[in-house]
């Protein structure tokens, strides 16, 4: 096998509170073209970056207006980039798919310009945030393969799917060899609880994993940026710690990922069969 290298990039984008979705796009946009001409292959910008994730805290009916359909607006302003430089934007935002049904979604829009995949979050937050109020639960997982080399198999989970080894892990079981996963991660997720966790779902399945997070104040709440990339041993190889505006990239060297599952092999050695009967009903219910 030839050397198969590729080249990622998060963003770590400021909070601009009370702006426009129109707004934050257009902010957001130069840095996508800055990453690309930079020769990064796939970009992540972080979670819901086309509004204020503050309102996701709060009940606020007239938010909903914010949200747009995939395909729609800010993905085909995305795809003029991604056309001109054939490469992959995974864009996360506030998404209408019919009346009455909202997700929390991060779409994937390929060299074409068009929109390649669109992954729902799955595990809808419910504790410190009211995202249960707005976002209905997805129920799918995906990996993608970049058309050009080295041929990357890629997937993304959202935020607090990363808290669930399983969602990593069943991109692992489809042939992800990088996990892509943006955030909106304020003060109190910080420390042991973003550190370890991201660094966990690496080791756990010997892959490359993908964070961003946004950095600064919005209203009440303080985001910590720290947007890191992970490889498949769990060193961290490159983190955007308090910079506003950061583009965190690095050259993801995808021979470490069949490095890292000869010397743990989770992946070889799992027992699917044996974990289902735990989770099924009615044994898991008479467990708790």
Same mark, same amino acid.
């Given at each position: 096998?030839?050397? @198969?290298?590729?080249?990622?990039?998060?963003? #770590?984008?400021?909070?601009?509170?009370?702006?426009?979705?129109?707004?934050?796009?257009?902010?957001?946009?130069?840095?996508?073209?800055?990453?690309?001409?930079?020769?990064? #292959?796939?970009?992540?910008?972080?979670?819901?970056?086309?509004?204020?994730?503050?309102?996701?805290?709060?009940?606020?009916?007239?938010?909903?207006?914010?949200?747009?359909?995939?395909?729609?607006?800010?993905?085909?302003?995305?795809?003029?980039?991604?056309?001109?430089?054939?490469?992959?934007?995974?864009?996360?935002?506030?998404?209408?798919?019919?009346?009455?049904?909202?997700?929390?979604?991060?779409?994937?829009?390929?060299?074409?310009?068009?929109?390649?995949?669109?992954?729902?979050?799955?595990?809808?937050?419910?504790?410190?945030?009211?995202?249960?109020?707005?976002?209905?639960?997805? /129920?799918?997982? #995906?990996?993608?393969?970049?058309?050009?080399?080295?041929?990357?198999?890629?997937?993304?989970?959202?935020?607090?799917?990363?808290?669930?080894?399983?969602?990593?892990?069943?991109?692992?079981?489809?042939?992800?060899?990088?996990?892509?996963?943006?955030?909106?991660?304020?003060?109190?997720?910080?420390?042991?609880?973003?550190?370890?966790? /991201?660094?966990?779902?690496?080791?756990?399945?010997?892959?490359?994993?993908?964070?961003?997070? @946004?950095?600064?104040?919005?209203?009440?709440?303080?985001?910590?940026?720290?947007?890191?990339?992970?490889?498949?041993?769990?060193?961290?190889?490159? /983190?955007?710690?308090?910079?506003?505006?950061?583009?965190?990239?690095?050259?993801?060297?995808?021979?470490?990922?069949?490095?890292?599952?000869?010397?743990?092999?989770?992946?070889?050695?799992?027992?699917?069969?044996?974990?289902?009967?735990?989770?099924?009903?009615?044994?898991?219910?008479?467990?708790?």
């Amino acid at each position: 096998m030839g050397e @198969r290298k590729i080249k990622v990039a998060v963003l #770590q984008v400021k909070t601009m509170p009370g702006t426009s979705r129109e707004e934050k796009v257009a902010h957001i946009l130069p840095l996508i073209e800055k990453a690309s001409e930079d020769g990064c #292959q796939i970009i992540m910008p972080p979670e819901l970056c086309t509004t204020d994730y503050e309102k996701f805290y709060t009940k606020d009916p007239a938010y909903f207006k914010v949200a747009e359909p995939i395909p729609g607006p800010t993905t085909e302003a995305v795809g003029e980039l991604t056309k001109k430089y054939k490469n992959y934007v995974i864009m996360p935002l506030f998404e209408q798919k019919a009346p009455g049904i909202y997700y929390n979604a991060a779409a994937t829009v390929g060299p074409e310009g068009t929109v390649v995949g669109n992954y729902r979050k799955t595990q809808v937050a419910s504790v410190m945030v009211l995202e249960k109020l707005y976002f209905r639960r997805g /129920n799918k997982f #995906q990996v993608l393969e970049t058309e050009s080399a080295p041929s990357a198999k890629f997937g993304t989970i959202i935020c607090h799917d990363r808290r669930y080894p399983e969602t990593a892990r069943i991109l692992a079981i489809l042939g992800a060899e990088i996990m892509f996963c943006p955030t909106a991660a304020p003060g109190y997720a910080g420390g042991v609880h973003w550190n370890i966790v /991201n660094v966990a779902r690496s080791v756990d399945n010997g892959m490359f994993t993908v964070y961003s997070n @946004r950095i600064g104040k919005e209203w009440e709440k303080v985001y910590f940026g720290e947007s890191m990339i992970v490889d498949p041993f769990g060193e961290v190889i490159a /983190n955007g710690g308090d910079r506003e505006d950061a583009i965190v990239s690095a050259v993801l060297d995808l021979d470490k990922v069949d490095e890292a599952r000869i010397a743990v092999p989770t992946l070889r050695d799992i027992r699917n069969d044996f974990w289902m009967k735990y989770y099924q009903n009615p044994i898991y219910d008479q467990l708790l």
